[in-house]
């Protein structure tokens, strides 16, 4: 089974950065679209930001211009740079992979591993104080 593996997360003062990454062991992103969402208590999973196997880049309005998506071939790993960093920010942020994953803006499921995406990582946790 594929498993993709999410790190980087950690706590971090507001107006700080940080770098998520996802790796997967034995699974190539070359040819996968690769997103990452996240969740917040108590609120339903969000699309964050996701990457085509060609480049091509979408970011939710609430971090348009914060974060960046980017993915490094070499190294098989799917990167989230997260600057300037909020309170509202602060979640598990799960990477995902799907063949349609591209199309999808909104999940409606207030877990983000009960969407029906074709792999999904085990989250990294995002805690952002003032």
């Known amino acids: 089974a594929v498993q993709l593996v999410e790190s980087g997360g950690g706590s971090v003062q507001a107006g700080g950065s940080l770098r998520l990454s996802c790796t997967a062991p034995?699974?190539?992103?070359?040819?996968?679209?690769v997103g990452w969402y996240r969740q917040a208590p108590g609120n339903e999973c969000e699309l964050v930001s996701p990457?085509?196997?060609?480049?091509?880049?979408f970011y939710a309005d609430s971090v348009k211009g914060r974060f960046t998506i980017s993915q490094n071939n070499a190294k098989n790993t799917v990167y989230l740079q997260m600057n300037s960093l909020k309170p509202e920010d602060a979640a598990v942020y799960y990477c995902?992979?799907?063949?349609?994953?591209?199309?999808?803006?909104?999940?409606?499921?207030?877990?983000?591993?009960?969407?029906?995406?074709?792999?999904w990582g085990q989250g990294t946790l995002v805690t952002i104080s003032t």
């Open positions: 995902a992979v799907d063949a349609e994953l591209m199309a999808i803006r909104f999940l409606g499921v207030m877990s983000c591993i009960d969407y029906g995406m074709d792999y």
């Open positions: 034995g699974f190539t992103f070359v040819a996968s679209d």
């Open positions: 990457i085509s196997r060609d480049g091509a880049t």
